[in-house]
């Protein structure tokens, strides 16, 4: 196990058990806590683009710990397991027309050699039955990594215009319903730049699906 080190499988039943499912009273957009379902207060003024966050488990757990590890030491194997994992029920009554990944910029890829999103993206696209699409969007900017960034502030501004619509593939985003997968989700900077980027080519609907979520009022 990845995270305990218990022998018998990449993240173990013991750990898995002890990794906290997202609630239900949370942000329908960021997955803050909230006394009931709904969204909050940052998501209103700020002007969210994403439709619906699909959060499956919460990052400080033995799962974040998992996709550190798929994410930074080339434990490859993990994506098929980690791709089992989300919590699909709620994704599947979106109906989703399309999957598609958090596009990585060409350079980060040469260097990591493969993108985490795009492994659990077309798994999870597998498990909905639904259309996969790696095309239709690319990341024009390499930006410093969003866990780098001090601030939501200044996440949010390393990201404008990191994104853009594949021209040959933009006519495939017209009046669909796009779900767009990542490993994790914080302050929803990318996922939201993401989601402006094809509502601006008249996408009808965008959610997020993440595996793990730390929201924000968490991080000190």
């Known amino acids: ?9 990449l993240l173990c039943s013991v750990c898995l058990v002890d990794s906290p499912a997202v609630s239900k009273d949370v942000c329908r957009k960021c997955a803050e806590p909230l006394a009931k379902p709904g969204t909050c207060t940052r998501c209103v003024i ?15 757990s033995p799962m974040g710990s998992a996709v550190r590890s798929f994410k930074f ?18 994704m599947s009554r979106a109906k989703p027309d399309i999957v598609v990944p958090v596009p990585m910029h ?35 900017t390499n930006t410093v990594p969003q866990s780098e960034q001090p601030t939501a502030v200044a996440r949010r501004g390393a990201l404008s215009g990191a994104f853009e619509v594949d021209s040959n593939s933009a006519d495939a985003i017209v009046k669909q319903r796009i779900l767009v997968v990542d490993d994790v989700f914080t302050t ?28 924000i009022g968490s991080l000190k």
């Open 1 to 9: 196990c990845v995270h305990c080190s218990r022998d018998g499988s």
């Open 46 to 60: 700020e002007g969210s683009s994403l439709d619906r966050l699909y959060g499956s488990y919460l990052y400080e």
């Open 73 to 90: 030491d080339d434990v490859r194997a993990l994506g098929s397991v980690l791709a089992e994992m989300f919590n699909t029920e709620q």
């Open 106 to 140: 060409k350079a980060r890829i040469r260097e990591r050699g493969y993108n985490q999103s795009e492994v659990l993206a077309q798994k999870l696209a597998e498990s909905l039955g639904v259309e996969f699409r790696g095309d239709l969007l690319f990341r024009s």
């Open 188 to 215: 929803g900077s990318t996922l939201n730049a993401v989601a402006a980027t094809l509502k601006s080519a008249e996408a009808s609907w965008v959610g997020g699906a993440a595996l793990t979520v730390q929201p």
